[in-house]
């Protein structure tokens, strides 16, 4: 993409995110088209591929901008950090240490993760079903970039937001990287049916059936004098 896409105003960043979103969440990548993003973004065609020169540059930008909201309000606001702040930051501003930092158990830590991404998507249109599409994408043009995309992201994220967790924890022959995995995989599959079948996606549903898949899986993975429940 032209770096110069960063020079504009960030009302006018916004604008052409926010079009890019709304299209590619109700279309999938083949069937979007830029001559609608640029439309509700207010600008030309043209300048739209001045800034990112192709659709495929567009989607891309878009996930990867997505991915990193979603990191950065994990990593920050009330689990301790600035928002604002870059995902790779790390510390809270002011050189504290991020609420996240000092947990050091692993569900809780998921569910810490897991509020905060809801927050993002209760505040951001779009971003669900943007996400969703992604992550089950077959676009053979797009497919292979969000795959590695997303491999990166999740292993990139695990190792930096798990990084304190106290593994003794788990039973032996429980890899936490799986458990991780299982988890996300469940909750993007969820949306995705919901998606498929038109159904309304609702953040508290999404909450409570994150609870009971986390204390199905805790079962799974802790050993059993850690598998208690705190009320």
Known sequence: MNEQFYELPQEKQLRIINAGLEVFSKNDYRHAVTDEIARKAGISKGLLFYYFHNKKSLYLYLFDYCASLIINQVMGD???????????????????????????DFFELLEMAAEAKIKVLEKTPYLADFMVRGYYSEDGIVKEDLNRATMESVSSAFRKYFRNVDYSKF??????????????????????????SNASISMKEIMEKFYVWEKWLKQIAYKEEYQKTEA
Do not use: C, F, Q
């Open 78 to 104: 009330e689990n301790g950090g600035s928002g604002d702040e870059p995902a790779s930051s790390g510390n809270a501003p002011g050189g504290k240490v991020a609420r996240w930092e000092t947990v050091t």
């Open 171 to 196: 039973k032996p022959d429980v890899p936490p990287m799986e458990i991780y995995e299982m988890l996300v995989w469940m909750t993007e599959g969820y949306l995705h049916d919901k998606r498929k």
